[in-house]
């Protein structure tokens, strides 16, 4: 099982940008990135797969954020540009070894399998 550690969640301004970071225990071929607010169900925001070719975006996400990879790191990047406030929620990775022939795919199995992080915080304030 692959364990991940979310970072570099914070407070910012609307208009603003962060960068998270998705850290995985070993190389991961499917990952994907997640959100909740308290009292809502955990929303898809993105997931790459195989050589971080093949990406997939959640309406949420599509236009503002970007998923990318640094392999020899083994960390997966979810950078958010022109944050709201509604995007005020925790953050999630989740990441398995094997890939996935769509990015979808693998975002299906990692929302059922629900092997999260802790969770990194972001606050967007107006």
């Known amino acids: 099982q692959v364990h991940v550690a979310e970072s570099g969640g914070g407070s910012v301004q609307a208009g603003g940008s962060l960068r998270l970071s998705c850290t995985t225990s070993?190389?991961?071929?499917?990952v994907a990135w997640f959100r909740q607010v308290p009292g809502k169900e955990r929303e898809g925001l993105g997931s790459?797969?195989?050589?971080?070719?093949?990406?997939w975006y959640g309406d949420s996400a599509k236009g503002r954020f970007s998923i990318s990879q640094d392999s020899a790191k083994k960390t997966v990047y979810l950078q958010m540009n022109r944050l709201t406030p509604d995007d005020t929620a925790m953050y999630y990775c989740?990441?398995?070894?094997?890939?996935?022939?769509?990015?979808?795919?693998?975002?299906?199995?990692?929302?059922?399998?629900?092997?999260w992080g802790q969770g990194t915080q972001v606050t967007v304030s107006s």
């Open positions: 989740a990441a398995v070894r094997r890939g996935y022939p769509t990015a979808y795919r693998c975002y299906e199995f990692l929302k059922a399998d629900k092997n």
């Open positions: 070993e190389a991961s071929n499917c």
């Open positions: 790459l797969t195989g050589d971080g070719s093949r990406l």
